[in-house]
């Protein structure tokens, strides 16, 4: 039968096939249908073909291959659910390392650099240095707050409704906040000279900020504004109303400097005087005995001399330190050997830290004696029980902050996890990004113009680098435990594996390279997981139609073009 | 729904306020919409915010239900409008779809391969092909065989001419024939 109807070429389209299979047909042609498929073997045999098909996809498609995710099934009601002990223990053990870490170093660096000038009323102001660098800008701070401050707003608010757990968003919301911040303009006028030896006359008088760059600079005149300077050889002579912010070799201050001074440089000698306060990285500093300097010091120094008069505090870090002028309020120092002469006066307390306790003359007038504390440089064996009890603190920060990035972005952690397992890869990026971006962020920063992206780039590096603990506890536990990638037990094998992190750090001798490892590894995986990311999606490429099999010949009549 | 008879009870009560109520039609309905977004959908990620998603637009939307018709059925509405959207969006984003080649005519089967192919597949290795389908072929698959929506419905759906819809179907079906032969051919290379 099937062979008289294939002469006549008379064999149904396979879209009339499938619509009778789905009875989509009308009456009368789906009598045709049944009719023909009685005399056709071929159109029958395809017939029920598409009948199985479809049998076999609706099959597929209600078996119930996976479980609700946890993430669902609590949808409804997880905020009524309280949470498991072992977090409680992990949440409080956090807040406890947080709180350490705050009343340890954040709050009396954050009182120190108050004293030193730096004071900032908010995040914000502390991020663009408010009152310090970038004094000139003070009018446009407010407004830049106030913009910055919206835009993250509006961006937190459009992420939270749908797109929270994506990284995408978080990384726009940043990018937004940077741009509004980078994109501000100026509001004082400033002035730029360069040129291979730059001389401000003594009568000449500069209104608003002065940036130099030379090879020599001497300033003998008035700036009515700050004076920023990037030379070999600075020399301010003269009266400068603002602050001086300085990159140079050698800096001599032997005029007047109403405000603040910022200095990285070799040498700073001071033999005028200072309005405010003093921010000195240098290898030898030296406040003269005629020098002044009104509010504090804070120097990080090879070698450091106070002859001359300091208003408030002292904060120091040095090799070699000497003290024989006089200091108003505290001295906090840290270094090789301090030495405090005959003609010294010290109005607060002086605590020293350092290898050789102090060298006190008899005639120095200190308000209170000097506290010493000796560097103790303890081998790995006598750790204290409280190094143990720190490290299970730690632990458990690392946990809490995994579980925030986990649960915030759960499909990129998988992806970074995945990019981990990439062993070769993670580690080559990560050798990269670990010196490389480092390096580059430090060299931006010394440059004016690229603080803002140094600081920001920096700051991205720290999170990356304390993002390799969890990305690497995560494969350590999925290599114990097994794979999964649901949240949770993710969740659970990341814990694990940072505590075993924790552990193999605190081993000695080779807890230097277990951490050092870990830090390459898990930058690499995170910035492999980046790159993967902003790689273009690129669409399955799938062919309208299958390829007829190899040697058989296909009816000419089968095509569904006609409909 | 296989086994969930219409919830008018529970419906009547979400209306009013009540999250008992919530709850109940949340934890009967979430695992069904869940697959539902799992097969139309690329991952599981975008399977588990779809489904958040549906049922807070089901919130939003409850009031307009005329009770007089099926539940799950505008239930498969909504999320299937849902998913397409979400799919459409990132089309426009990233995808060169595979719908410019849609007037060109198809080639039929042989029958007795079509029949082979079907014989040797699994749900399993069905599933794993789908997730080499394009979003429109794809979508009318789910639409069709696992929520069993009518030709009006996916027609309205997919914002496609009612007598189009048989092809855009057989075009799926053909589509995930040649990702089953490749899906095999792939294994088979690998094992090798």
């Known amino acids: ?563 | 729904m296989p086994g969930i008879t219409e919830p008018k009870d529970l419906i009547v009560r979400a209306r009013a306020g009540d999250t008992q109520a919530w709850g109940d039609l949340y934890r009967d309905y979430a695992p069904a919409m869940f697959r539902f977004c799992r097969r139309a959908l690329p991952s599981k990620e975008d399977a588990e915010d779809a489904t958040m998603e549906i049922f807070m637009k089901l919130r939003e939307k409850l009031a307009q239900f005329d009770t007089s018709r099926s539940f799950t059925a505008w239930l498969y509405k909504v999320a299937a409008n849902h998913c397409w959207d979400m799919l459409r969006r990132r089309k426009a984003r990233h995808e060169k779809d595979a719908e410019d080649v849609d007037e060109l005519p198809l080639e039929a089967p042989e029958p007795n391969q079509l029949e082979k192919l079907i014989e040797e597949r699994t749900g399993e290795e069905v599933r794993k092909a789908l997730d080499r389908l394009g979003a429109r072929a794809r979508m009318a698959l789910v639409m069709r065989y696992y929520s069993d929506m009518s030709y009006d419905e996916i027609a309205d759906a997919l914002g496609v001419r009612r007598p189009f819809v048989g092809v855009v179907l057989l075009r799926a079906r053909h589509e995930l024939r040649q990702a089953l032969t490749e899906n095999s051919a792939l294994a088979v290379g690998g094992a090798r």
């Open chain 1, 1 to 563: 039968m099937s062979d008289v109807e294939n002469a006549k070429g008379k064999h149904l389209d396979e879209i009339t096939l499938l619509l009778y299979v789905e009875r989509q047909l009308e009456r009368d042609a789906a009598q045709e249908v049944s009719l023909h498929t009685q005399t056709c073997t071929r159109c029958l045999t395809l017939l029920r073909a598409l009948d199985r098909e479809s049998r076999l996809l609706t099959r597929s498609m209600v078996e119930q291959d996976e479980p609700l995710p946890a993430r669902l099934a609590e949808f409804h009601d997880k905020v009524k659910k309280s949470m498991q002990w072992i977090w409680g223990l992990v949440f409080g053990l956090a807040v406890l390392g947080v709180y350490a870490l705050y009343s340890t170093y954040i709050e009396p660096w954050q009182q120190r650099l108050n004293d030193a000038g730096f004071g900032g009323s908010n995040l914000v102001s502390l991020l663009v240095f408010q009152g310090a660098f970038w004094k000139g800008w003070q009018s446009m701070v407010t407004l830049v707050e106030f913009v910055a401050f919206a835009c993250a707003a509006a961006f937190g608010l459009f992420a939270v409704r749908r797109y929270l757990r994506r990284g995408a968003a978080l990384a726009v919301m940043f990018a937004s906040l940077g741009l509004v911040v980078a994109l501000a303009t100026p509001a004082a006028a400033a002035e730029f000279r360069k040129a291979d030896s730059v001389r401000i006359e003594k009568d000449q008088v500069i209104k608003g900020d002065l940036f130099v760059t030379s090879e020599s600079i001497h300033m003998l005149g008035t700036v009515d504004g700050d004076f920023y300077a990037a030379s070999k050889d600075v020399e301010v002579s003269g009266h400068v109303t603002g602050d001086v912010l300085c990159a140079c070799q050698s800096l001599r201050i032997s005029g007047q400097v109403d405000g603040n001074i910022r200095n990285l440089s070799n040498n700073l000698t001071i033999t005028g005087e200072i309005g405010r306060s003093v921010s000195s990285f240098t290898e030898t500093f030296s406040l003269d005995r005629n020098g002044k300097i009104g509010h504090s010091l804070a120097s990080f120094s090879q070698s450091l001399t106070v002859d001359g008069t300091l208003g408030r505090d002292l904060l120091a870090f040095f090799h070699d330190g000497s003290i024989a002028g006089s200091v108003g309020g505290e001295v906090l120092a840290k270094g090789g050997s301090l030495n405090i002469g005959d003609s010294a006066s010290i109005g607060g307390k002086t605590v020293f830290e350092g290898d050789n306790s102090p060298e006190v003359a008899s005639g120095a007038k200190l308000g209170s004696p000097v506290e010493f504390k000796k560097w103790e440089h303890r081998s790995h064996m006598e750790r204290r029980g409280g190094y143990y009890v720190w490290k299970v603190i730690w632990a458990a920060a690392w946990i809490l902050f995994g579980l925030i990035l986990m649960s915030l972005m759960p499909l990129f952690a998988k992806e970074t996890v995945k990019s981990a397992e990439n062993y070769g890869a993670s580690f080559g990026l990560g050798v990269l990004v670990f010196f490389g971006v480092f390096i580059a962020a430090c060299l931006a920063c010394i440059t004016i113009v690229g603080l803002l992206v140094g600081i920001s780039t920096l700051f991205l590096w720290m999170v990356t680098l304390f993002s390799s603990y969890i990305v690497v506890g995560a494969v350590i536990g999925r290599w114990l435990l097994g794979r999964e990638d649901e949240l949770w037990p993710l969740v659970g094998r990341m814990a694990l594996g940072v505590v075993l992190i924790k552990i193999g750090t605190a081993i000695p001798h080779l807890g230097f390279w277990v951490m050092l490892a870990v830090w390459i590894w898990g930058m690499g995986a995170v910035s492999l997981a980046v790159y993967r990311r902003l790689q273009p999606v690129i669409a399955p490429n799938i062919p309208s139609g299958p390829q007829p099999p190899a040697g058989t010949p296909l009816p000419p009549n089968t095509t569904v073009g006609g409909i």
